[in-house]
């Protein structure tokens, strides 16, 4: 048991701290499946050694922040390259973690819009598939009424805990491009029979790219941080691209979906031409 402020804390089952108030929906989200998770396993070794490692080594991070990090593949691998790296999440994903073997020194079940943190700690903090989760009414899509001030206020927490001079890293599907090949139809609009339709034959979700919908867009990041401090990154190296190779998507897509991401021209990086926002934001 700690105690913050007013608030007490306690270890829960598994003995990670959970540092999140009674209220708040990181206690109740039930999150990562152990199907999925098994795939983040996977992907998350590989996107840290072809993508994140580098992208830590040129910075000269020492301290990192993985927000929401899921079964914590990355956050693993950060230790063993010799990062002092942290790792946050809901409570449900804390039984992966113990069933994983994960260190509850390096692991703590908290709210990503309220982070149990000190200001300036960290030299880098990395938010991957996170924000289209957050103010979301179960942590899958559908969006809760105040999902707006969520975002932004886990925008705050990120910018908050990175020392001035540090780095973020945000990475989710561009809201203004219309497919997304990592999330299926099942937000509010899905009884579309069509967006089923299509996402059963070839896994690509055809969806809106204005107004309320969960996914995050550049302009979303220029609000938050200001244009001048985004960075938007190439997306080359970031994707296995297994989801093109699935029965039913022709090979010519597969491939020319593949060459432009990995060839997009940097002027194009920050516009609706670029399905992934994959960006660095200077603190
Ligand atoms: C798609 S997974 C991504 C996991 C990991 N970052 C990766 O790249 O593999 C999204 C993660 O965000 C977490 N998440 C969503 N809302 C959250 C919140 N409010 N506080 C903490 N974690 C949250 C989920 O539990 C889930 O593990």
Redesign the pocket.
Known sequence: MCSAGSHEYSKGEHGYFELARPT???LT?Q??SSE?AHI?ES??KR?YDVYLRPWLKAQGAARVL??????G??VVAALNDGFDAVG???R??ADLWCQNGRSPDEFTV????ELPFADAVFDAA?????ME??G?QT?QLTLAMDWRD?RAA?AKELERVVRPGGRILI?CPNKRFPIDIQHGPTDELSPAPFRNRLFKRFGVNVHQTWGAYHLVSYSDLYRWYGRQRVRPLPLAGYFGYAALERPGVPRSIGRGARAWVEHMPVRLRGTPLNPYVLAEITV
Do not use: E, W
């Open positions: 708040s929906p990181a989200i999150s990562t999925f983040q992907g998350g996107v993985d927000a929401g990090c899921g079964l593949v990355g946050t999440d809901v449900s994903v908290a709210d990503v819009t990395m938010a991957l598939g996170v989760h957050v979301t942590g969520k886990f990475a």
